[in-house]
């Protein structure tokens, strides 16, 4: 069974500075998705990034970095110079590329809250 | 990506009533899927609906509580039955257009008293 662990519950950091949000995954598929997205306190969920289990490049986007690490099983994000909009509750999710019609269910992790503190 | 509309935004219900939430896209998708979102937790998969076919549920959702409708590739519809307390969450379908990313909607807020 596929798991997702966001061990980090809660995570206050002063504006501007960096910080990095960690997740580690199980699977046992070979060709797997991993996502993040980010829930704002108005609770829709925005899509972040997609990344699939054979491009292990990182991605950056702005302020945003995405280090992805099979041999750790870990798909960490990171916001450089963060700003008080960052405030949000970040999910990352894990999906098995298992079904003719596309991905099967996500697989959520339990969330980290990140208070950016003007 | 997809434009996901749900209706309603917010509701508070009485127990044991039920309540219909509806999702609406702005294209034609084949998978729909419904999610729970209980206070401060993380987002549970209900049930994945294709149009033309029965709904799949997830372990610990059931049919009878949890009815769903997928009359066409744009439209669906979710309704908690016999609500308790217990019910009380947000409930988020999703749509995932060409075997990529799931997107999300808004979500409906449930609260019952």
């Known amino acids: 069974a596929q798991k997702v662990t966001q061990a980090q519950t809660e995570i206050s950091v002063v504006e501007k500075e960096d910080v990095t949000l960690d997740c580690v995954y199980e699977t046992r598929d070979t060709t797997y998705y991993l996502f993040w997205y980010k829930q704002p306190p108005s609770g829709e969920l925005v899509f972040l990034i997609r990344r699939n289990s054979f491009d292990e490049q990182n991605e950056i986007s702005g302020r945003y970095s995405w280090n992805f690490q099979k041999s750790t099983s870990s798909f960490n994000f990171t916001i450089t110079a963060s700003q008080v909009v960052d405030s949000a509750v970040y999910f990352c999710?894990?999906?098995?590329?298992?079904?003719?019609?596309?991905?099967?269910?996500?697989?959520f992790g339990t969330g980290t809250r990140l208070t950016i503190i003007p | 990506s997809a434009v996901i509309s749900q209706k309603p935004s917010r509701d508070i219900c009485q127990r044991g009533t039920s309540l219909t939430i509806q999702c609406q896209v702005d294209?034609?998708?084949?998978?729909m899927f419904w999610y729970r979102q209980q206070p401060g937790q993380s987002l549970t998969l209900i049930a994945t609906?294709?149009?033309?076919?029965?709904?799949?549920?997830e372990s610990g959702f059931v049919i009878d509580k949890f009815p769903i409708s997928r009359p066409n590739l744009t439209f669906s519809t979710l309704t908690v039955s016999n609500m308790s307390p217990e019910d009380s969450s947000i409930y988020l379908c999703?749509?995932?257009?060409?075997?990529?990313?799931?997107?999300f909607g808004p979500g409906t807020r449930l609260l019952v008293l």
């Open positions: 294209s034609q998708v084949t998978m």
């Open positions: 999703s749509v995932e257009p060409g075997r990529e990313t799931q997107y």
């Open positions: 999710a894990l999906s098995e590329a298992s079904s003719p019609f596309g991905n099967e269910k996500l697989t």
């Open positions: 609906a294709n149009q033309g076919s029965e709904a799949t549920y």
